[in-house]
């Protein structure tokens, strides 16, 4: 079976509790193409990503068999965010912003299943719904990148409601802060 993963990939700048800084490749191309990939998937991603993103980076997809489709590099630079962590959560900011995936990055793909997990509102609805309503296969969406935004100081924060729908989706993933976002509760019992 294949899957196809449409989401950016990201250049993360940790800084743990302890000050020490890691620059980690991230995003759901890398952990959920080897989450799909062990599960026996083919792996197909849809990504943006600069210049910026070394060869060591690139060859992390290569060696882990996740086939990035057409290899899709841009002018802008890799998505980046330096995330904080603190004992108890995390504060995530924007370092630089990746290019939008297109209707034409996606047009052409045959797959069995689609995962939808925008970073940060990189796939535009009309791409969301143009895989939604492509066929009848199966589509998961990750909306954490609907449901973020920019603050000031490039500090990222949750919206308080979305201004599209998520019909006709047959699965979502949604952490509590997504899920007041999208359904403006969390309380669902």
């Avoid at 599960?39 to 070394?54: A, H, Q």
């Avoid at 009848?136 to 599209?164: A, C, H, S, W």
Wanted: contains cysteine; aromatic residues 8%.
């Amino acid at each position: 079976m294949k899957i196809t993963i449409i989401s950016n990939i990201a250049l993360d700048r940790i800084i743990n509790q302890d000050g020490q800084i890691i620059e980690s490749l991230g995003g759901p191309p890398c952990y959920c193409g080897l989450t799909s990939q062990q599960f026996g998937f083919k792996v197909e991603l849809v990504s943006k990503f600069g210049k910026d993103l070394k060869d060591k980076h690139l060859s992390f997809f290569k060696e882990n068999d996740l086939n990035l489709h057409k290899n899709i590099s841009s002018e802008k630079p890799t998505t980046r965010f330096t995330i904080k962590i603190m004992q108890n959560s995390r504060e995530i900011s924007l370092s630089a912003r990746g290019d939008s995936i297109s209707l034409s990055d996606v047009e052409n793909i045959k797959t069995d299943c689609w995962l939808i997990s925008p970073i940060l509102d990189e796939i535009p609805e009309e791409v969301l719904n143009y895989v939604i309503h492509k066929d009848d296969k199966f589509v998961m969406l990750d909306p954490q990148g609907y449901t973020r935004y920019v603050g000031n100081e490039g500090r990222i924060l949750t919206r308080k409601g979305l201004d599209f729908s998520l019909q006709d989706i047959d699965a979502i993933k949604f952490d509590p802060d997504e899920l007041e976002c999208i359904y403006g509760t969390t309380d669902f019992i």
